[in-house]
Nanobody, 130 residues
Framework: EVQLVESGGALVQVGGSLRLSCAASGLSFDDYAIGWFRQAPGKEREGVSCVNNEDGMVYYSDSVKGRFTMFRDKAKNTVYLQMDNLQFEDTAVYYC???????????????????????WGKGTLVTVSS
């Protein structure tokens, strides 16, 4: 059974930092691209970042580029999202997702098209306050 479990969400002040984790079981990072998505209250889900399972390249949405860093620890089967200089508009539930087809993940993260992913975590809440 595949499971993706996010953690690390919290209440943080504007300008602060958080690191989210997504622990995967039942799948290998060699076979699945992993993406981070988020959904703010009253808004549609949007892509944040993703990593290509073949070459490890990471891609970001324009809204987080330069502030967020995604990286993976293959030995721990965990991906991380380091979020710096958090802003009010970063408040959302953050989800990690996995799919065998990297194209689906990267175009969804970039907002070019939207595809459902093979697997989703249940999310972790990030709230940015003043």
């Amino acid at each position: 059974e595949v499971q993706l479990v996010e953690s690390g969400g919290a209440l943080v002040q504007v300008g602060g930092s958080l690191r989210l984790s997504c622990a995967a079981s039942g799948l290998s990072f060699d076979d699945y691209a992993i993406g981070w998505f988020r959904q703010a209250p009253g808004k549609e889900r949007e892509g944040v970042s993703c990593v290509n399972n073949e070459d490890g390249m990471v891609y970001y949405s324009d809204s987080v580029k330069g502030r967020f860093t995604m990286f993976r620890d293959k030995a721990k089967n965990t991906v991380y999202l380091q979020m710096d200089n958090l802003q009010f508009e970063d408040t959302a539930v953050y989800y990690c997702a996995a799919d065998r087809i990297f194209y689906k993940v990267v175009v969804s993260v970039r907002g070019l098209e939207y595809y459902d992913m093979d697997y989703w975590g249940k999310g972790t809440l990030v709230t940015v306050s003043s």
